[in-house]
């Protein structure tokens, strides 16, 4: 497990490009048989990757947790953006299809992820936060998850909001979970931007096209800065920082959130016209 302390706004505004995606970037989070895993210090999220080919992938621990075993102190949302595949939790197991979110709460000891078929293998994403309750673990597919949709043709942003882990949908400690599919031919996510400094965010590109990229916005509102990522790339989003991307052609990303509150409606706008 890979471990990533927190920046200030003073020291990212000196940064350059390797520095930015050295802090702030997630790559190699999807590999074949393989969970990858990083520890961010905003919130202590950890955020992971799960791509089970031909074996089943048991959830490690970690010397870093002081924990005797993963979700002792721990809650865990875990969304699929592959083929179809299992996961198991204390004996109890939910099968996800593309699309589907998982919840587990504190004290699971033992999960493990499986792909139904090796062809076309499930991609797992997770984000886990510190937890100090059990709330029960719960599958719910995209239908059940409100979908919102926002934006317009004429403004390149017409996307649909899906929500799964918040105070209305699947409840948490803190973790708030989602994700959003842009429409063909919109390209800008959260556009007018936001900030939430009770909470940090991270992103999670999927299903962007071969040989397109998503430039992603991060910075203070009037200090930005740009990250160019690829398919299956992650990006930790300070609680201080905006958060929105533009892509060179439509995709799909998963926000996830945890702080001080699990209000999906707790943001402060950054409107277009006060952005540098
Ligand atoms: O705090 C909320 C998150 O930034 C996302 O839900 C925003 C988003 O998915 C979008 O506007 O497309
Ligand atoms: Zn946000």
Redesign the pocket.
Known sequence: MEIRFQNSPKETSAMNTASLRENFLVQHLVKDDSIQLVYSHYDRVIIGGVKPVNEKLVLPNHPELRADFFLQRREIGIINVGGAGSISADGETFELNKLDCLYLGKGMKEVSFSSNNADDPAIYYLLSAPAHMNYPNRLLNKEEASPAV?GAQETSNH?T?YKYIHDAGIQSCQLVM?L?VLSEGSVW??MPA?T?TRRM?AYFYFDVKPDQRVVHFMGEPKETRHLITNNHEAIISPPWSI?SGCGTADYAFI?G?AGENYT?TD?DPAPITELL
Do not use: A, D, L, V
């Open positions: 926002m996307r909001i989602g959003t996510n959260t936001h939430h965010e958060h926000w959130m999906y943001m």
